[in-house]
């Protein structure tokens, strides 16, 4: 959970936004992600990411062992439509929510294993097109 505070921007200022990702995964996990945007209560107003926009994070393939063999990599950039813009403005905490499920091969058929050097390495940034007016 992550509180977000939007106050020193106007919604109207926002022409259009993206959420950008780039992740290299090396663990054997997919994850199917959300991120909820709630009120102040924890009461869900909306949710950002479409169900063909999962899975965010692609996890490693395997060898016949269940050892890495290459890291899953997702490079995305998650359009944000309007009505979603707007619940984030209303939105005082955002919630992460991740489903996980191994990345094995031959259909799940293959045990993976975790090893402590496997790493996942992301970066997101929030995109905005911003309409801006000066006065002179």
Same mark, same amino acid.
């Given at each position: 959970?992550?509180?977000?505070?939007?106050?020193?921007?106007?919604?109207?200022?926002?022409?259009?936004?993206?959420?950008?990702?780039?992740?290299?995964?090396?663990?054997?996990?997919?994850?199917?992600?959300?991120?909820?945007?709630?009120?102040?209560?924890?009461?869900?107003?909306?949710?950002?990411?479409?169900?063909?926009?999962?899975?965010?994070?692609?996890?490693?393939?395997?060898?016949?062992?269940?050892? &890495?063999? @290459?890291? $899953?990599?997702?490079?995305?950039? #998650?359009?944000?439509?309007?009505?979603?813009?707007? =619940? +984030?403005?209303? !939105?005082?905490?955002?919630?992460?929510?991740?489903? &996980?499920? @191994?990345? $094995?091969?031959?259909?799940?058929? #293959?045990?993976?294993?975790?090893?402590?050097?496997? =790493? +996942?390495?992301? !970066?997101?940034?929030?995109?905005?097109?911003?309409? &801006?007016? @000066?006065?002179?």
């Amino acid at each position: 959970t992550a509180e977000i505070d939007l106050s020193s921007l106007k919604e109207t200022q926002i022409q259009q936004a993206s959420l950008q990702t780039n992740i290299v995964n090396q663990i054997p996990l997919d994850a199917n992600v959300q991120v909820y945007l709630t009120d102040k209560n924890y009461k869900v107003l909306d949710s950002l990411i479409a169900s063909n926009q999962n899975p965010l994070v692609k996890g490693s393939a395997v060898n016949g062992n269940g050892e &890495l063999k @290459t890291p $899953g990599t997702v490079n995305k950039n #998650i359009e944000i439509e309007a009505a979603k813009i707007t =619940k +984030l403005f209303q !939105s005082s905490k955002l919630i992460l929510v991740a489903r &996980l499920n @191994t990345s $094995g091969g031959n259909g799940g058929s #293959i045990d993976v294993k975790f090893k402590s050097q496997y =790493k +996942l390495n992301s !970066s997101m940034a929030l995109l905005a097109k911003l309409k &801006l007016s @000066t006065t002179f």
